[in-house]
């Protein structure tokens, strides 16, 4: 294989080729590139088909929000229970 950069403009022409029917293997063939190369060119460049789609890294951020909140709700409910837990054993010796 060889070792050349190629363009955004020559990466999306390949993908163009393969939406419109073009096999992975003769596009890989044909730039010299491996299949692994293309993959990673097509989840990197490749837009969805569906335009209504929110942007990815709209989705990762929202992600991050979320998980951020939910790590919080649990630390909440756990320290809530150390709370239950302490009021009980008091009330037994108390």
């Not at 003769?26 to 590139?33: A, E, F, H, K, P």
């Not at 060119?41 to 909140?69: H, Q, S």
């Not at 320290?79 to 837990?85: G, Q």
């Amino acid at each position: 294989m060889n070792k050349r950069r190629y363009r955004k403009d020559e990466i999306t022409q390949a993908l163009d080729l393969h939406k419109a029917g073009a096999s992975p293997a003769d596009i890989c063939r044909s730039m010299g590139v491996s299949r692994r190369t293309f993959d990673r060119w097509k989840a990197k460049i490749e837009v969805p088909d569906d335009p209504d789609a929110p942007p990815l890294k709209t989705l990762k951020i929202e992600n991050a929000y979320l998980l951020r909140m939910l790590s919080q709700r649990d630390k909440e409910i756990e320290a809530l229970r150390f709370l239950l837990r302490k009021e009980s054993t008091a009330d037994e010796f108390g």
